[in-house]
């Protein structure tokens, strides 16, 4: 759609992080205004968590990992 062009980064990444998070889908799905630059903090804080969690999950799942400086 033409108009998602002009959604904005916070409500494209809100897309993006439905797709993959089913329990935040559930919140998104309702009525909710994200203009409050508190609340965009609070989800992207969540978010962070979130992602930090999944990373360290399949890090230590491997065994080990690499890191360049």
């Given amino acids: 759609m033409i108009r998602d062009i002009f959604l904005g980064n916070f409500k494209e990444l ?8 089913p329990r935040f889908k559930k919140i998104h799905e309702q009525h909710v205004n994200y203009t409050s630059c508190k609340i965009q903090d609070e989800i ?3 978010s962070c968590q979130d992602i930090n969690e999944i990373i360290s999950n399949e890090v230590f799942n491997v065994g ?4 360049y400086v």
Wanted: with cysteine; glycine share 0%; charged share 15%.
């Fill in 44 to 46: 992207i804080q969540l």
């Fill in 14 to 21: 809100c897309k993006l992080y439905v797709k993959s998070v």
């Fill in 64 to 67: 080990f990992f690499c890191s």
